[in-house]
C-alpha cells in the first residue's frame, strides 16, 4: 500500500490567496483527519470525516478554513484567504476504523508558507 | 478537560544507553494510549498503542511502553537507543466512547550523541 499521500508536499503562496491542500486516505480505511502542526501550538486536529461525513470540526480555526470529502479516496482542504498565519505543515491521516481511538496513519505533510 | 504533558520538551542521550521519555495524561476513566514517533521532514508513526489487558505493550523498533493508572502515565522506554532513534515523539491519547476526543502532547525531541 502506498500510505497516505498528500500534495503538494510544499506550498508557497501570497496572502490572500487560495490555497487547497490534498489528501488521498489508504484505502479501506473509513476515517480520515486533518491536522495542523507549528512550533507554537504543536499538533491540533483541525477536522475528522468518518464515511466521508465530517464529524468534528470543532478545531477549524475560522470561516477561511473549509474541508471536503467528496469520496472515500479523496479530501480537500482549502484556505481562502490565506493569511502569513497559516504558515504551518498540514498532515492528512486516516484510520481504519470509525473512532479517534484507533490508530492513525500520517502522510508525509504539505509544508505551507504564506508571504 | 482532559490533556497529555510530556515534561521533557529535549532530551539528549549516548548510543547504547538507555531511554525513558515520559507521558502523562489527565483523564477520568482509562484512556486509549498511543505513541508516535515522527523523523524531521516526516509525518508521524506509530510505535504502539494501549486499549487494554497487559499494562506492559510492545511496540516497533525496540521501544515499548507502560500503562501505570496509578500515576496516569504511560512512559516510553528503550534499552539501548541506536543513532536512528534521533526523532520527536509524540504521546497520544483517545478518551473513546460517545464525544471520542484525541489529543497529541507537545512532543519531546530526543537527540542521541555517538
Known amino acids: 500500500d502506498a500510505g497516505v499521500i498528500q500534495s503538494p508536499r510544499h506550498e508557497v503562496t501570497e496572502m490572500g490567496q487560495e490555497v487547497t491542500l490534498r489528501c488521498k486516505p489508504i484505502?479501506?480505511?473509513?476515517?480520515l483527519f486533518w491536522y495542523r502542526q507549528t512550533m507554537m501550538r504543536g499538533l491540533e486536529l483541525l477536522i475528522y470525516?468518518?464515511?466521508?461525513?465530517?464529524?468534528?470540526d470543532s478545531g477549524m480555526p475560522e470561516d477561511r478554513f473549509s474541508a471536503k470529502m467528496p469520496n472515500a479516496s479523496f479530501s480537500t482542504l482549502k484556505i481562502q484567504p490565506s493569511e502569513p498565519r497559516d504558515s504551518a505543515v498540514y498532515f492528512c491521516?486516516?484510520?481504519?476504523?470509525?473512532?479517534?481511538?484507533?490508530?492513525?496513519?500520517f502522510g508525509p505533510g504539505t509544508r505551507l508558507t504564506v508571504t | 478537560a482532559q490533556s497529555v504533558t510530556q515534561p521533557d520538551i529535549h532530551i539528549t542521550v549516548s548510543e547504547g544507553a538507555s531511554l525513558e521519555l515520559r507521558c502523562n495524561y489527565s483523564?477520568?476513566?482509562?484512556?486509549?494510549l498511543f505513541w508516535y514517533v515522527q523523523s524531521p521532514g516526516q509525518g508521524l508513526q506509530l510505535l504502539l498503542k494501549?486499549?487494554?489487558?497487559?499494562?506492559l505493550v510492545q511496540g516497533i523498533k525496540g521501544f515499548e511502553a507502560e500503562f501505570k493508572r496509578s500515576q496516569s502515565s504511560f512512559n516510553l522506554r528503550k534499552p539501548s537507543v541506536h543513532w536512528s532513534d534521533a526523532a520527536e515523539y509524540f504521546c497520544?491519547?483517545?478518551?473513546?466512547?460517545?464525544?471520542?476526543?484525541?489529543?497529541f502532547g507537545t512532543g519531546t525531541s530526543l537527540t542521541v550523541i555517538p
Open positions: 491521516a486516516s484510520s481504519p476504523q470509525g473512532a479517534l481511538s484507533a490508530e492513525q496513519y
Open positions: 484505502s479501506g480505511h473509513n476515517s
Open positions: 470525516f468518518n464515511n466521508n461525513v465530517p464529524i468534528d
Open positions: 483523564y477520568g476513566a482509562t484512556p486509549y
Open positions: 494501549y486499549f487494554s489487558g497487559d499494562t
Open positions: 497520544a491519547v483517545a478518551t473513546g466512547g460517545a464525544g471520542n476526543q484525541f489529543y
